[in-house]
């Protein structure tokens, strides 16, 4: 995309954290029930309850500083955000305004080649509002998220691009789904992302007008909604007319940003610190237990499973699906071929589980019966379509493999001395043919290794047979 214009963008993202309750109160955290069934007075906001800080929240907060690079704040307290809105009964929002739990951390991407750290200004944790649903002239309020613990994700405004923008989120869902401390569900609305981007012709020149995006439902709509406000502010500014800061949203049918309101002000929210909740005192305990709760990050298990003679396709593959990811971390405890493990892993067996719509752990496949099925693969006794008939019953049945193999019949030749008298057989009946390969004529290989299958009944390894022939066909 053409512009005459430097974009200047910030990303601020909402995540929702993986705590089994509330975050001021004992209502389940979960997502998907019947409206209204999970909730109480605090999340309601009956007058005379009382917030009751969930700790959960705070170590996941301080995970989520750990794998964001963020200086923490050691002593911080709650505000009040006061402003009147119907998913907000209460008439405020406990947020951090004037101590937010983290501070100058970044996240670091690739672009073409060159690595950027996206700088993050601060994250900070709150409470979520209340759902609101709009159906003809009635509005509709779900409190099941009321309450739901988020921490609050905010960048400086360093991104140059809708294509570093995307590379962030998409570095950034990555590492919080790995460290535990949230599903990065964006289509449920536990990750949500707004976008600001202003325009300006030089580096040298003044930050121009703000717009805001809101509630962007997917990484990819964030690309493009930044792709598209590029493009409208350009030609207004190419005409030489003004417009003032506003916020806008995506619409998905339109694909293209719609004005929802110009701020003609800004937002007066009155924080004050929340008189009910005590300040918080960060530790090097807290810390330090935050730090050996993180599981193992992306970048690590990419380094190790290249070092184990992955390909970086491979290791690209694994790390995009977290349970097969998990299930090849324990793999990596015994001694097997890896590099055949993470083909079968991603090759067949990804395409049962995807038909199946199953889960690597819902299958029978323990870490020594794959074991068992690469070392068969190894030797030779199974080839890759022989894996493909047994593979159903290899994850489904909880028999030894060589049982699955035996009950199955089959049978391959492996070994050399029988293959290759079978192949010289082969060759001395078909002098002709064997000329025309001399010759160059790629056909000619395809027709010996046709009668090398029908003369073994189809028993004879593939690899191996193509291995001798043209062993002996170069005689």
């Known amino acids: 995309m053409m512009t005459n214009y430097i974009p200047t963008i910030g990303i601020e993202v909402h995540v929702e954290l993986k705590t089994k309750t509330k975050i001021f109160s004992n209502s389940i955290n979960g997502y998907g029930q019947m409206a209204n069934c999970l909730t109480n007075v605090v999340d309601l906001g009956y007058p005379g309850t009382l917030p009751t800080l969930n700790e959960e929240v705070i170590n996941l907060a301080l995970r989520a500083c750990l794998v964001l690079n963020c200086k923490i704040r050691r002593e911080m307290h709650f505000d009040r955000k006061n402003y009147f809105y119907p998913d907000n009964p209460k008439n405020y929002q406990i947020t951090q305004s004037r101590t937010p739990i983290g501070t100058d951390g970044y996240v670091e991407i690739e672009v073409d080649g060159v690595k950027k750290k996206i700088e993050i200004l601060e994250m900070h944790i709150e409470e979520d509002t209340c759902k ?210 993470s083909n079968i892993l991603l090759g067949d067996i990804s395409f049962y589980l995807n038909r199946t719509e199953k889960s690597i752990y819902d299958t029978t496949l323990t870490v020594e019966r794959f074991k068992e099925l690469i070392a068969f693969i190894d030797d030779k006794t199974l080839t890759s379509k022989n894996l493909k008939d047994i593979l159903d019953k290899v994850l489904e049945e909880d028999v030894a493999i060589a049982d699955i193999i035996k009950e199955l019949g089959i049978e391959n030749i492996t070994d050399d001395e029988a293959l290759r008298k079978v192949i010289k057989d082969i060759i001395a009946s078909n002098l002709e043919i064997k000329k025309e390969y001399l010759e160059g004529h790629s056909r000619a290989i395809k027709f010996f290794m046709g009668q090398v299958m029908k003369q073994t009944q189809g028993k004879a390894n593939p690899k191996m047979a193509m291995d001798i022939l043209e062993e002996e066909l170069n005689k």
């Open 132 to 341: 609101s649903t709009h159906r003809g002239e009635k509005s509709y309020l779900d409190f099941n998220r009321a309450g739901v613990p988020l921490i609050e994700i905010v960048t400086k405004p360093c991104i140059s691009s809708p294509l570093e923008a995307k590379l962030y989120l998409e570095k950034l869902k990555e590492l919080l789904f790995y460290s535990d401390i949230s599903d990065c569900k964006m289509e449920e609305g536990s990750m949500r992302a707004d976008a600001n981007i202003s325009l300006r012709k030089k580096k040298s020149d003044p930050f121009g007008t703000k717009c805001e995006i809101k509630n962007i439902g997917s990484i990819s709509n964030v690309y493009l909604s930044l792709e598209k406000e590029i493009i409208r502010q350009s030609k207004l500014l190419d005409e030489g007319k003004t417009f003032k800061e506003q916020t806008r949203r995506f619409d998905s049918k339109l694909n293209d940003t719609v004005l929802m309101r110009v701020k003609e002000t800004g937002n007066d929210y009155r924080y004050f610190p929340e008189p009910d909740i005590p300040f918080v005192c960060i530790s090097d305990e807290m810390i330090e237990e935050a730090r050996q709760s993180i599981p193992m990050l992306p970048d690590e298990r990419k380094k190790l499973y290249l070092s184990k003679g992955l390909s970086e396709i491979n290791a690209t593959k694994l790390i995009q699906n977290r349970p097969l990811s998990d299930y090849f971390n324990e793999l990596l405890k015994v001694d097997t071929n890896y590099k055949v493990a």
